[in-house]
């Protein structure tokens, strides 16, 4: 299909960050702006930082071309538009993670991991307070994950992790719905209160939703059938139970 920005019919695809999508560039042009050649991940760093400037609702093709220093339609040759944009954003953000020397991905004890972890998406969390809602509110990559999140990655690492400390499926699919509950809903709260916009920004031309192509994920594969399954009412009574423990505790 022919778009905007693209000056010959024949084009590459390559794949992006987030599984199971794909961008489209023209391969035979290179776009240089007034701070040198364009790249995926220069559009994506411009795009963080645009964020963070000057938070979401204001960010626009056209604003992020200005910042780099171009017309919009160049934009176009490296994401197919606003909304794969953000969602190569919120990869982005994420991929923090694979580089930040506190998180242990091959943690002997499974309380230590995810100790590490969420203090390390805290970390991203208050670095990037305008971007982090992105992360609990972009559609999921796979709108069958219950609870929803957007990273494919990070959920077959998580879970991977998690049984190679020793838990059954069913105990690492429960400790994911928990987790990232806990700590997604934790963190909003945070970077509200500093002042970042959490309401959900409506996407301007929604599409309908597709089962991921979950190639490179043999984890989640065999785990969909649990992480299908929508609990969220017993995971609710569960937390409010444990948190009456708590206050009791406290008597």
Known sequence: MERPGATSPAEAVIDGPAAGVTYQVVPAQTVTSSRGSLDRRKILEAAVQLIDDEGLRGFTMRSLGSRLGVEAM???????????LLDGIVEHVIDDLYTDPDVQFTAPHWEDYLARL???VRRIALTHP???PLIATRPPAAPWLRPPLRSLRWMETFLGTLRECGFSDEAAVSAYRGF?????GHLLLEVS??????APIEQAEPEPATSADLTGYPLLQRLEPMLSQNRSAEEFE?????????????L
């Open 193 to 198: 209160a500093l002042g970042a916009d959490t």
């Open 74 to 84: 160049a934009l176009y040759r490296y994401v197919y538009g606003r909304e794969a």
């Open 238 to 250: 569960k937390s409010l139970e444990s948190l009456l423990d708590r206050l009791e505790a406290q």
């Open 130 to 132: 305008e971007v982090f």
């Open 180 to 184: 990232s509950s806990f700590l997604l």
């Open 118 to 120: 969420a203090h390390a």
